[in-house]
């Protein structure tokens, strides 16, 4: 048996440095140490790659092992550019999450190859033989996707995550939003429709509804035919996770998408608080009495509290809406309405063709600025509002604003789909396959958002390591 190191280049052109391993003429596996862009890079690598051949091999150390962990005095140190180290360090976090249960070894190598290297199922194959891992057969995978979804895969990858979001505390609160994924698609079926895009393409989608914890933890994920509307995602999502680790006590906090009367009732009727956020078509006049005191004039982050009726006759409710007044969103919001102003202005002059623009007003017979509506804009956009059921006496409008901005961890975790594991384009063809495409990235991205926690560093930036020192930074 022998084993030499050789160089080799990647398609994106940087050098890639490897580790081969042959008895005879029989390629035995490829170890695959790093990416160089550089030559200092490069010298490194080549060093590493030579200290692993004369059996230097240290330990990439999450500190999943440590007493007290989740804790942040424990930091991580990463001490090693061997890619190999960067592999198995993503199956300690993988076994820490307790997707071991799964039972299935080529459903973990698809894991973590999607987060190595997110790719197709046939390149998938490629990847793990550059981290010497012997992979599964294209046929084995196939079968391995089916199996997935026959097997209630995802079920117990859920209430892995469901253990470890309750165990560091993270289950006070959920949070829900909704995405588009696109396929590689000409034609239609009854799951994958043309639909409202948020990528703006035209090609079939499949809408997706992710419910995270506090800190963009993945708890719950479902996918929708691509033309369904958002508001009728989280009904269905919220009813499926406590359905299936049987809790009532949930605070869910969704974006104004979600805000309809159908769905304030279902979470009232199920027993759910809520807080979602509100369309401010309605907010000074909310406000009467405080903008009667005090006129238009506000502190910067001052709150202010009003009770509106919303839905009609039996879905009828009177709810609390809590408004936040923000200095910096006026100033923004002032210059996009400043900008449309002189769209308008120039319509009305003649020096712009007739478009549906905002603020043009066409009652008479030439179109002209509609001030009234500029001045109302102004008011609107310097308030943001929040639509809740839970009483003051529990949760103050500070903390309600507090916790709604945390949704911005459930959009961290769609981009890190999308980009870090790249969800789309997906090139599954049937139901079932697109789910067991879905449970694979969902189990991908709960162990990618421990490894950012432990690490206090980027997913995207510790695979580009591949697992080179990134220093003793305490995780977050």
């Not at 993945?218 to 929708?224: A, H, N, S, T």
């Not at 949930?250 to 104004?256: F, G, K, T």
């Not at 020096?351 to 009652?363: A, E, G, I």
Request: aromatic share 6%; hydrophobic share 40%; glycine share 8%.
């Amino acid at each position: 048996m022998g084993s030499f190191v050789r160089k080799v280049k990647t398609g994106s052109g940087a050098t890639a440095v490897q580790i081969v391993h042959k008895t005879g003429s029989r390629r035995d596996g490829i170890e695959h140490i790093g990416s160089a862009h550089t030559d200092a890079d490069l010298h490194v690598l080549l060093a590493t790659a030579h200290r692993r051949l004369a059996g230097d091999q240290p330990e990439l150390d999450l500190g999943l092992d440590a007493p007290g962990l989740g804790r942040p005095e424990h930091g991580l140190v990463v001490e090693s550019t061997q890619s190999i180290v960067l592999w198995q360090a993503l199956e300690r976090v993988y076994a820490y999450l307790g997707f071991d249960a799964v039972g299935d070894e080529h459903f973990k190598k698809l894991v973590l190859a999607r987060i190595v290297e997110p790719t197709s199922k046939t390149e998938a194959i490629r990847v793990m033989e550059n981290f010497g891992i012997s992979p599964p057969s294209l046929r084995t995978i196939t079968r391995t996707l089916q199996r997935i979804q026959a097997d209630g895969v995802r079920g117990v990858v859920s209430q892995a995550c469901f253990d470890y979001a309750t165990a560091t505390g993270g289950l006070a609160l959920v949070l829900y939003d909704v995405t588009t994924l696109y396929f590689e698609a000409d034609d239609e079926d009854e799951l994958r429709k043309v639909g409202m895009s948020k990528e703006r393409k035209v090609d079939p989608q499949i809408t997706v509804g992710l419910l995270v914890d506090r800190s963009g933890f993945p708890l719950e994920v479902q996918c929708f035919e691509g033309n369904k509307a958002e508001t009728k995602t989280l009904i269905p999502v919220v009813t499926a996770f406590k359905e299936r680790h049987g809790i009532d006590d949930l605070v869910i906090v969704a974006d104004a998408g979600m805000l309809s009367a159908a769905n304030l009732l279902a979470l009232e009727e199920a027993g759910q608080r809520f807080i979602v956020g509100s369309l401010i078509t309605k907010a000074p006049y909310d406000l009467a009495d405080r903008f009667e005191k005090k006129g238009t004039y506000f502190e910067d982050g001052e709150i202010a509290e009003s009770q509106r009726v919303m839905g009609t006759g039996t879905q009828a409710r009177s709810r609390r809406i809590v408004y936040q007044y923000s200095f910096k969103r006026a100033k923004r919001d002032d210059r996009n309405i400043n900008k449309m102003i002189e769209k308008a202005e120039k319509i009305a002059a003649g020096t712009r063709p007739m478009k549906k623009d905002r603020f043009v007003s066409l009652k008479g017979k030439q179109p002209a600025v509609d001030w009234a509506l500029v001045e109302r804009a102004r008011q609107l956009t310097r308030i943001k509002g929040y639509v809740t059921n839970i009483p003051m006496s529990l949760m103050s409008g500070h903390v309600v604003v507090a916790a709604y901005h945390d949704l911005w961890t459930v959009e961290q975790s769609f981009r890190m789909s999308k980009s870090d594991v790249k969800a789309r384009p997906i090139f599954h063809r049937t139901r079932d396959s697109i789910e067991a495409h879905l449970t694979i990235v969902f189990a991908a991205l709960a162990v990618s958002r421990v490894v950012q926690a432990r690490t206090g560093v980027s997913i995207k930036k510790f695979r580009e390591a591949g697992a080179s020192t990134i220093g003793g930074t305490p995780y977050r």
